[in-house]
């Protein structure tokens, strides 16, 4: 009864934040709304049907306590609507950005992502040989391999592939050009032979966003289901790789196939199940928030030649069903869950108070500034993640700083650049015009 009053209470919610969001600024695609409805999708599924086979049923409290956190979030978002509606230029399109901006940007833009595209086909595709040649083909599933793909010199010049995968979906959307297709399948390419979901999800989700927000894509139920339904493949692709690494008669095998549906349906639901179950433990909230800043503080050490870094990895993993003989445990709750557990529940509140109205700015900024695509890409590799959050935080890994520095940084000294020649070309035009 209880799991069933929680899901009404969860659509009510998603619905008035929704209503509210889509009168007050007209439309209802927010940091806010990627981040509470697929939360609300997942805990339908799990309390109206996954808990008949076996998984908990996610409790009332764990989903009072979302929508509380989701609240202070919503908060310090709107304290940056407020402040961009009192402004004199403010217009009440704003929020739909419905300029076509991006029609201008491209050609601007195309030869720098084109070119950060290929150094990360590059190097991603000499790091992978080596890697190959030191573990083997057959080995290219196990986690041994995965991590020393993602490590090391090359692998941060692979990170190029996020802001230029992004860019160029756009650009192929609205181009379709072939050779523009040839590059982000190579860039996909190298970033899915590292077989980590939440840098595939990167890719597309954030490539998505982004071609959303400069309207060479328009939101729709249909081309979602797409999406979820693509990534869904790519998501089982992953296992499948090893799989037939193993051989053919072992991934085609009924026992395989049975176990990467649990597997699926396992990651699909153990955020939030987790967030709920850990509420009834006594071991948490475990106040440590070195886990949560992580990246910083590991930055400051290397630095300083501490190798005492500080490992994000939970090895603690909870049960999320009454089938303990096959593999329903999660060791992940959610991007809320994760902060409660870290931080406790003051805690939490001020980082998603603080994340709410950072990531609000984010996307004002990136509205507001028609040919910042710096600021734009960061918008949507962050609304990716937000998108995700019901499963993991994100926000605390290396992978999104480091995309995001580069998504801030590049353009900005391509921009540099391009002005400190066109100035050299006319100083020396003029030079010549003067002899």
């Known amino acids: 009864m209880d799991a069933l009053l929680g899901s009404l209470l969860l659509i009510l919610f998603g619905y008035a934040i929704s209503s509210f969001e889509r009168y007050r600024i007209g439309t209802a695609i927010t940091p806010l709304g990627v981040l509470i409805w697929p939360y609300i999708v997942i805990v339908l599924l799990v309390n109206l049907i996954g808990q008949h086979f076996g998984f908990f049923p996610i409790s009332l409290k764990s989903i009072l306590m979302f929508t509380m956190f989701a609240g202070f979030f919503a908060l310090g978002g709107h304290i940056c609507i407020n402040y961009q509606m009192r402004r004199s230029d403010y217009k009440n399109d704003f929020f739909l950005n419905r300029d076509t901006e991006i029609l201008s940007i491209i050609p601007i833009f195309r030869s720098l992502f084109i070119g950060i595209g290929v150094i990360a086909i590059i190097t991603g595709l000499i790091h992978l040989y080596q890697n190959v040649q030191i573990h083997g083909v057959e080995s290219i599933w196990q986690s041994e391999f995965r991590s020393d793909y993602g490590t090391g010199v090359l692998s941060h010049f692979m990170i190029l592939s996020r802001p230029a995968f992004i860019f160029l979906f756009?650009?192929?959307?609205?181009?379709?050009?072939?050779?523009?297709?040839?590059?982000?399948?190579?860039?996909?390419?190298?970033?899915?032979?590292?077989?980590?979901?939440?840098?595939?999800?990167?890719?597309?989700?954030?490539?998505?966003?982004?071609?959303?927000?400069?309207?060479?894509?328009?939101?729709?139920?249909?081309?979602?289901?797409?999406?979820?339904?693509?990534?869904?493949?790519?998501?089982?692709?992953?296992?499948?790789?090893?799989?037939?690494?193993?051989?053919?008669?072992y991934a085609l095998s009924e026992k395989t196939r049975f176990w990467v549906i649990n597997l699926f349906f396992t990651y699909l639901f153990g955020g939030p199940i987790g967030f709920s179950e850990i509420l009834s433990n006594n071991l948490y909230p475990l106040y440590s928030s070195n886990e949560i800043f992580a990246v910083p503080i590991n930055l400051y050490r290397f630095l300083v030649k501490d190798i005492n870094l500080v490992d994000i990895i939970i090895h603690n993993w909870i049960p999320v069903s009454e089938h303990n003989e096959i593999f329903?445990?999660?060791?992940?709750?959610?991007?809320?869950?994760?902060?409660?557990?870290?931080?406790?529940?003051?805690?939490?509140?001020?980082?998603?108070?603080?994340?709410?109205?950072?990531?609000?700015?984010?996307?004002?900024?990136?509205?507001?500034?028609?040919?910042?695509?710096?600021?734009?890409?960061?918008?949507?590799?962050?609304?990716?993640y937000l998108t995700v959050g019901f499963f993991d935080l994100y926000f605390n890994k290396l992978t999104f700083y480091e995309a995001s520095a580069y998504m801030l940084i590049v353009p900005l000294l391509f921009n540099i650049g391009k002005r400190m020649l066109n100035y050299a070309a006319l100083s020396i035009r003029q030079t010549n015009e003067a002899i």
């Open 328 to 384: 329903h445990s999660s060791n992940v709750f959610g991007m809320i869950g994760m902060l409660y557990m870290y931080l406790g529940t003051y805690g939490a509140i001020i980082y998603l108070f603080l994340s709410g109205f950072l990531f609000y700015s984010i996307w004002i900024l990136a509205i507001k500034f028609k040919r910042w695509v710096g600021i734009q890409l960061v918008y949507a590799f962050m609304m990716c």
């Open 170 to 249: 756009a650009d192929y959307i609205i181009s379709k050009k072939k050779s523009l297709l040839i590059l982000l399948i190579l860039l996909f390419f190298i970033v899915f032979a590292r077989q980590v979901k939440y840098h595939i999800f990167g890719l597309i989700l954030g490539g998505y966003f982004f071609a959303l927000l400069h309207h060479a894509l328009q939101f729709s139920i249909k081309r979602i289901l797409k999406y979820v339904i693509i990534i869904v493949v790519l998501f089982l692709s992953t296992y499948y790789i090893g799989f037939f690494a193993v051989g053919t008669d």
